[in-house]
């Protein structure tokens, strides 16, 4: 038991490092990183992955709150998008879970495909995948606030689902202002689901939530750091002067590099906690994804219609998840090989505190 408990410790510890290696070198991964570790005690992938195998191992519905449309091209970008599809396939071939998608009503028809590009049949009710494998709903949420109200009380009113995820999904800040990470206002592109997902949690309903700067939903969590340390948190280049940071919390958070990357963290770490490589995508996979993506009218954060995740070649991307892979293929092959040195470890004491 001792022996397991490390293991997955350190296993999750591997995954969080790998998708928060700060390519760019600024640092605000490692402080978003530092402040969510500080509050979750333990390895935020592996975390979120136990959460979601208590909820959903018997199958179930998560409502998954994604897709971010932003300035100057009014497009959709691929980080986060592309990501929640590869969790969706991961929660399916896991647990047999009912994933449903809600993202702006604009980029509907590329979160089907992308979908597809995944493996998984889109449809457009929820009703339509009760019985069927390997499916999703996609729901179109609209920009407008009270067309989003209205939406919102139809559906908590029709559905409750086991958990909800959101990634990447730009959330209101406390003057009810949407914004870029560079502090402008997009407010009039950003689907209004913040209320569905405070709605959720004040059912009770399990959240959580992936970022990587905190103007997503649920990153409100750690507002202090946010405010404090990360640029535009505390005061945004807009007329409402309220900072980027967003005032919805989440039960659990991932931060990393790229929502993507936190996305390709919780598939690595569902795989170990199944012991199935296979539910994580390979590098394959995420090229395809990736390619459909700007096929469908997706583009990189950097602006450029590329296969990218915020600027970041599609070839590290690719690489990523082959080192994901080997975290966790390498552990489940050798932990009986090695199980004499756990026990030495162990006996040595330098992780009492954590067994």
Not at 37 to 47: D, F, H, Y
Not at 130 to 148: N, T, W
Not at 230 to 252: L, M, N, R, S, W
Request: hydrophobic share 40%; with cysteine.
């Amino acid at each position: 038991m001792q022996t397991e408990k490390l293991l997955k410790h350190i296993v999750g510890q591997n995954i969080d490092d790998a998708v928060n290696l700060d390519l760019r070198g600024y640092g605000i991964s490692r402080i978003l990183y530092s402040a969510a570790r500080s509050r979750c005690k333990s390895p935020l992938c592996m975390n979120a992955a136990e959460q979601l195998k208590q909820k959903l191992e018997s199958g179930g519905y998560v409502f998954i709150l994604t897709g971010f449309v932003f300035l100057p091209h009014e497009k959709g970008e691929l980080d986060g998008l592309t990501g929640s599809a590869m969790v969706a396939r991961a929660l399916i071939k896991a647990w047999g879970a009912k994933p449903v998608f809600v993202c702006e009503e604009k980029i509907v028809s590329a979160m089907k495909n992308v979908l597809r590009a995944a493996g998984i049949q889109p449809y457009d009710t929820i009703e339509e995948i009760e019985e069927l494998p390997v499916a999703a709903a996609v729901l179109g949420f609209s920009s407008d606030p009270e067309r989003a109200a209205q939406q919102t009380t139809e559906l908590v009113s029709h559905k409750t689902p086991d958990v909800i995820l959101s990634i990447e999904k730009p959330g209101r800040n406390w003057r009810g202002v949407y914004h870029m990470g560079g502090g402008t206002d997009v407010s009039y592109l950003a689907a209004k689901v913040d209320d569905l997902f405070l709605a959720y949690q004040h059912k009770r309903v399990p959240t959580v939530a992936i970022g990587d700067l905190g103007n997503e939903i649920g990153l409100g969590s750690i507002e202090n750091e946010i405010r404090a340390y990360i640029p535009f948190g505390d005061q945004c280049q807009c007329k409402c002067g309220g900072g980027i940071c967003v005032e919805t919390c989440a039960d659990h958070l991932i931060t990393a590099s790229t929502s993507d990357w936190g996305s390709y963290g919780l598939t690595a770490a569902i795989a170990f906690l199944e012991e199935d490589i296979d539910i994580m995508p390979d590098s394959a996979l995420v090229k395809k994804v990736l390619e459909c993506a700007n096929q469908n009218d997706l583009i990189d954060g950097s602006g450029w219609v590329i296969p990218s995740i915020d600027g970041i070649g599609l070839e590290y991307n690719m690489l990523l998840i082959d080192v994901l892979r080997n975290c966790i293929s390498y552990p489940i092959k050798t932990k009986e090989k090695y199980k004499q040195n756990f026990e030495q470890v162990i006996k040595q004491g330098s992780y009492k505190k954590l067994l």
